[in-house]
Nanobody
Framework: QLQLVESGGGLVQPGGSLRLSCAAS????????IGWFRQAPGKEREGVSC????????YYADSVKGRFTISRDNGKNTIYLEMNSLKPEDTAVYYCAARMWASTCPVGGMEYWGKGTLVTVSS
């Protein structure tokens, strides 16, 4: 069974950068589309970005387009989310999730989830 563990969260000032990592184990990562999601206090979980199984296709929410970059290294079983020009409204718990044999990442259709990593953007 696929297991996902996020890391890289922390406190950063507005305008700063962070790189989140999602380490996968227990299954062949290339079988899965991987998405990054976030949930702020009092808000619903939302999709941030998605990458297809081999990395040929990516998706970004409008709120992060041009600032965040998703990538994957199937050989290292790791997916990354590079976050630049961070804003206070990016503050949330960030989750990675996987969906087998897929090219999209609907929040209600993901099969495996990590436990999340907290990103706080504040001065």
């Amino acid at each position: 069974q696929l297991q996902l563990v996020e890391s890289g969260g922390g406190l950063v000032q507005p305008g700063g950068s962070l790189r989140l990592s999602c380490a996968a184990s227990g299954a062949t990562l290339s079988y899965y589309a991987i998405g990054w999601f976030r949930q702020a206090p009092g808000k619903e979980r939302e999709g941030v970005s998605c990458i297809s199984r081999r990395g040929y296709t990516t998706y970004y929410a409008d709120s992060v387009k041009g600032r965040f970059t998703i990538s994957r290294d199937n050989g290292k079983n790791t997916i990354y989310l590079e976050m630049n020009s961070l804003k206070p409204e990016d503050t949330a718990v960030y989750y990675c999730a996987a969906r087998m044999w897929a090219s999209t990442c609907p929040v209600g259709g993901m099969e495996y989830w990590g436990k999340g990593t907290l990103v706080t953007v504040s001065s």
